[in-house]
């Protein structure tokens, strides 16, 4: 199995155990693209706009994509033509409120990946 990733960070130790196979990660070039989704414009500007990643959908199996509301719409809307999955990481909040001396509350939230979701 082939996954490309497509993420704003790398995945942890755990998430590359659990897709097992070969792990694609996005170019420093691409991760600038994900990472800096246009504003302004419509679908079209941002498919446009992620050409290169979505010329590295063909060659792999399944993606595991986020961020972006369009951009992840549209890596969807692509992978759903060429019926290739897509999975989004599902984790569990953790959070610990800790009273410091002056009484103010400082509060710690701690992500911890649960599985993997087909969209």
């Known amino acids: 199995m082939k996954t490309l990733v497509i993420l704003n960070h790398p995945l942890t130790a755990e998430q ?6 070969t ?8 991760k600038a693209l994900w990472a800096n989704i246009p504003a302004i414009g ?7 706009h992620l050409a290169e990643i979505i010329m590295e959908i063909q060659q792999v199996n399944q993606v595991v994509c986020q961020g972006e509301s369009t951009a992840f719409a549209q890596i969807v ?12 990481a599902c984790s569990m909040r ?9 009484g103010s509350t400082v509060k710690t939230n701690v992500f911890r ?3 993997f979701r087909r969209v």
Request: net charge negative; hydrophobic share 40%; proline share 4%.
């Open 16 to 21: 590359t155990t659990e897709l097992g196979g």
């Open 23 to 30: 792990i694609v990660n996005l170019t420093p070039a691409q």
């Open 42 to 48: 419509d679908a079209q500007a941002v498919r446009d």
């Open 77 to 88: 809307r692509i992978c759903d033509a060429w019926d290739i999955p897509v999975l989004v």
């Open 94 to 102: 953790e959070s610990v409120e800790t009273v410091q001396s002056d």
């Open 113 to 115: 990946h649960v599985q």
